[in-house]
């Protein structure tokens, strides 16, 4: 069930999950997505080119955050838009998994267009991995 406008407020957290990947899921997302990066799967040639191993994809990680909004919204279609910066990259380590936290809290609220804009604060292991991450939500 759809949240009510009326029931929001600044500040309030509206959603809060963790998410884990693994090396299988990247090779399921780039099967997918068709993003057959091999920074995405290749130990080797991620640390070649400066990274600290394999990472999870950029936008998997941005969907996947999305998900905690529109999972709250009740409606996918309900989410307006959503932006989002990179701002670090998911390693992933073998054997084991990250675990991607988010945090959903209502930025703003426009009671004329009944939209709700949602900040996501997006982490792996402590550090922010999306920077400016925000969807406008419908709500009825």
């Known amino acids: 069930m759809a949240p009510a406008f009326e029931e929001l407020a600044v500040g309030q957290e ?3 999950r963790e998410i884990a990947v693994d090396r299988s899921r990247l090779v399921r997302y780039a099967g997918a997505s068709g993003d057959f ?3 995405h799967w290749n130990e080797r040639f991620a640390t070649e080119v ?3 191993g394999v990472i999870a994809h950029g936008m998997w990680t941005m969907g996947a955050a999305v998900g905690v909004v529109s ?3 009740g409606d996918p279609g309900a989410v307006l838009d959503y932006q ?3 701002a670090r990259p998911v390693p992933v380590p073998d054997p084991g998994a990250a675990t991607v936290e988010v ?19 997006v982490t792996a292991a402590g550090s922010r991995v999306l920077a400016k991450a925000q969807a406008l939500v419908r709500l009825a």
């Open 14 to 16: 509206v959603g809060r």
């Open 37 to 39: 990066n091999p920074i």
């Open 50 to 52: 400066g990274l600290p």
């Open 71 to 73: 999972d709250w919204a």
């Open 84 to 86: 989002t910066r990179f």
């Open 103 to 121: 945090v959903a809290t209502v930025g703003a609220l426009d009671a004329e267009t009944r939209t709700a804009r949602i900040d996501l604060n």
